[in-house]
């Protein structure tokens, strides 16, 4: 049984530059969602996406946005990039019947740099 | 703003030894999850434990327990018989039981395992 994996593993980019990162859920899960976790930080949360539409979003600008495909595979694209947006991008996937399995799994992330 | 305090930036203990990692929350919700997550040098975010607020019961998983404190918000894990292997971070999470799945996480507890 598959866990969620993401690619790639690590990026390196120029600021002002745009990224897109992708991510494949847990096997019999429907829901995707994105986190950035900044060096020494908890994970904080950009969004989520369930039936190919975002159900929620967290504080993140417009130029964070994602994706979701028929077969519940994510992408998040970055625009304009930033030195800040300078974090490990962790993918966690779960099922949208939560009251059994109400835990989300993640991927190994990705590292992003941008310089 | 919901947010949750893990308060020991660091934590160290003797190989076989237990140690005891904090976590205090804050939230206006009745019925929530908590979680612990480990995180080691792989950066892949594993699920240790979750407890469900309803339940008095505080959740067990082999040498992981939990101590849940619902009218103190509080929610600690203990960690017996420490191995090597439970080197990493830890970081206490919460979510709401109802709507969105957005998981908060604290900042992380670094926990070194001496042999």
């Known amino acids: 049984d598959a866990g969620v994996t993401q690619s790639p593993t690590h990026l390196i980019k120029t600021r002002g530059q745009q990224v897109t990162l992708r991510c494949s859920p847990k096997?019999?899960?429907?829901?995707v969602s994105w986190y950035q976790q900044a060096l020494g930080q908890g994970p904080q949360f950009i969004f989520q996406y369930y039936e190919e539409e975002e159900r929620q979003r967290g504080n993140f600008p417009d130029r964070f946005s994602g994706h979701q495909f028929p077969n519940y595979s994510s992408e998040l694209n970055v625009n304009a990039l930033l030195l800040g947006d300078s974090a490990l991008y962790l993918c966690a996937s779960s099922w949208w019947g939560w009251t059994a399995q109400p835990e989300q799994y993640f991927g190994p992330g990705t590292r992003l740099t941008v310089t | 703003a919901q947010t949750v305090t893990q308060s020991q930036p660091e934590m160290s203990v003797q190989e076989a030894e237990t140690v005891t990692l904090s976590c205090t929350y804050d939230t206006s919700e009745s019925d929530y999850y908590l979680f612990w997550y480990k995180q080691p040098p792989s950066r892949q975010m594993i699920l240790v434990i979750r407890q469900e607020a309803y339940k008095q019961q505080n959740a067990t998983e082999n040498r992981f327990s939990v101590n849940f404190q619902k009218a103190a918000k509080s929610f600690s894990l203990k960690i017996s018989d420490s191995q090597l292997g439970d080197a990493a971070m830890y970081f206490c999470a919460r979510r709401p039981q109802g709507g969105s799945e957005k998981l908060v996480f604290g900042k992380g507890t670094k926990l070194t395992v001496n042999p």
């Open positions: 096997s019999g899960h429907d829901t």
